[in-house]
């Protein structure tokens, strides 16, 4: 009786350890390649000033965005415009504080993102 139940204990923790090692099978990216378009004509960039984008302070996201990990952790989106932004603790992505003389942004907006931006240096 002893070595039966050693058996089904035995048995009964490695099932355990196999169902807990299991991850989930949610495909988070694919490996498809992307379709390719001819870049726009760009119209040559005015030489009396600097051209400011108008690329929101605050990117929530939604289907069809992607984020990347840098190698310090945090993880990022790089927006359309080239501007970067860094995940914020409640799940929406802040511009990059070096980046935002270089968008157009009203006072309520600004003052938003300043408010739950993660000001880490980034």
């Known amino acids: ?9 035995a048995a009964l923790l490695s099932l355990a350890a ?3 090692s299991c991850g989930h099978s949610r495909v988070w990216a694919n490996n498809k390649e992307k379709k390719t378009y001819a870049e726009p004509a760009r119209s040559p960039r005015p030489a009396y000033g600097p051209v400011y984008t108008p690329a929101p302070l605050i ?3 939604s289907p069809g ?3 990347a990990r840098h190698p310090n952790g945090q993880y990022y989106h790089r927006g359309a415009q080239g501007l970067m932004y860094w995940k914020g603790f409640d799940n929406r992505f802040y511009l990059d504080r070096n980046q ?6 009203s006072k309520f907006e600004y003052r ?3 408010r739950f931006s993660r000001h880490s240096g980034k």
């Open 1 to 9: 009786m002893n070595r039966n139940f050693i058996l089904t204990a």
């Open 18 to 20: 196999l169902i807990s």
């Open 59 to 61: 990117v929530s996201p």
């Open 65 to 67: 965005f992607t984020m």
């Open 100 to 105: 935002v003389d270089k968008s157009r942004y």
């Open 112 to 114: 938003e993102w300043k």
